[in-house]
């Protein structure tokens, strides 16, 4: 038989706890629930700390959210780990996106290969009818003007001197005329390894001292590196 203050101290301990229903235990029984409890503490919560977290929206209910800020903050640590390789790739992922959208800035740009020196053959042959039908044929690829030394225009009144000179540097005269106070001359060069041609038609102005170049090729993409070298052989005709 319980007295009435073991009975109403039962009662209200159940009140406290709600709907939770209480049985009446052995001592011996309660020991062993309560180290299963002490020893899951880090992964449970009490009574008292369910009753401190319980979501206001839940009107009372006995289920509670569980608490993330012990439980799983251990687990949480072990998964922040792998984001640091993760952090690692991002710049990588960044600058292919960006490459993709043009914005990217590459690191190093490497430098562009300039094209093998243009090699002429120096016993090079064209007959004129060929010459004349490349001539009519083949659009002009690149047109200059040029600066002649007035020792290259006083040069000029000396018979053949520049088709002799331009010889020497593997650039051959086919056809030339006068006609005060222009000289003109039709030249022709050949590729050192190839039958690809350059035909040239040089006007110079002694009045002026000025050169008008037309060039015509078979090869246009070369056409700046033979017009290179043709000025080069020009501006030194006359010179010591």
Known sequence: MFTDKEHRGILEFSDELGNLSIS????????????????????LLSTTEKDEVRDPGSNGSAYNAPSYDAAISQPLADLALPSTGLTGQAPASSLAIDDLLGLGFPVGTAATPSPPPLNLNPKA???????????????????????LSPQGIVSLT????????MQSHS??????????PNFKFFFFAQKADEASVYLVECIINTSSGKSQINIKADDQSSSQAFSTLFQSALSKFGLP
């Open 125 to 147: 042959v064209l007959d004129p009818g060929t010459f004349q039908q490349k001539w009519r044929q083949l659009p002009i690829s690149l047109s200059e003007e040029y600066s």
């Open 24 to 43: 009446v235990e052995s001592g011996d029984s309660v020991v062993p629930a309560q180290r299963v409890e002490e020893n899951d503490k880090d992964l």
């Open 158 to 165: 000396a018979p053949n001197a520049l088709l002799r000179h």
């Open 171 to 180: 650039i051959q005269c086919i056809a030339s005329g006068r006609q005060s």
